[in-house]
């Protein structure tokens, strides 16, 4: 059994609300101390693992339990801590509609594989935040890549680990799909 020092229920929560409450949380511990934050949203693997490397604090590791998932996180010390930053290239999701009329950007969405599928805007690819890392050379670097979650959270992660990576041309759509306005399709289930 992993000792932990608070126990945060985050289950029924949606991206963001796991990593803000995870976030308000950790302000409340001591440098070392640790974290169990149980959340329901599968997303929340690859959030947390994602706020944690940007904010300095460590991401332990996760298990899951009757489709719980316990996130283990330890709170930086001063000396590994980091200023959290946001990606600065953004767009609106109206800039990203104006640019879907005139040009071919690839849409990037890295929601669960379910939320894509049921509503998505049309010709997005899909690679959760999660693969991402894994799935960057299935993107064509040379290209602009707009990325696209439901708020905007995954894909400001997302957007900071691909220009981490060398691509030169990567836009953070801000709203996400949560106030997405144009076209959407759904995936045909299998």
Not at 47 to 58: E, V
Not at 59 to 79: I, N, P
Not at 111 to 124: K, Q, T, V
Not at 161 to 169: I, R, V
Request: proline content about 5%.
């Amino acid at each position: 059994m992993i000792h932990t020092d608070k126990l945060l229920d985050a289950k029924g929560l949606a991206c963001p609300m796991p990593i803000v409450r995870t976030k308000k949380a950790m302000n409340e511990l001591a440098p070392g101390q640790v974290i169990e934050v149980q959340a329901t949203d599968k997303g929340s693997l690859a959030d947390l693992k994602a706020w944690a490397k940007s904010s300095g604090n460590q991401y332990l590791g996760s298990t899951e339990e009757d489709g719980v998932l316990k996130h283990y996180l330890r709170r930086a010390d001063s000396e590994e801590e980091k200023e959290e930053t946001q990606f600065p290239h953004t767009v609106t999701n109206a800039e990203l509609q104006e640019q879907l009329d005139r040009e071919d950007p690839i849409v990037l969405d890295v929601r669960e594989p379910a939320e894509f599928a049921f509503g998505h805007i049309p010709g997005a690819v899909s690679i959760p935040l999660g693969e991402l890392e894994a799935r960057t050379g299935e993107l064509a670097s040379e290209k602009e890549i707009i990325i696209i979650c439901r708020t905007g959270s995954r894909s400001d992660f997302a957007a900071k680990q691909l220009a981490e990576k060398g691509f030169p041309n990567v836009k953070n759509a801000v709203q996400g799909m949560s106030e997405w306005e144009g076209t959407t399709e759904q995936s045909k289930m299998e």
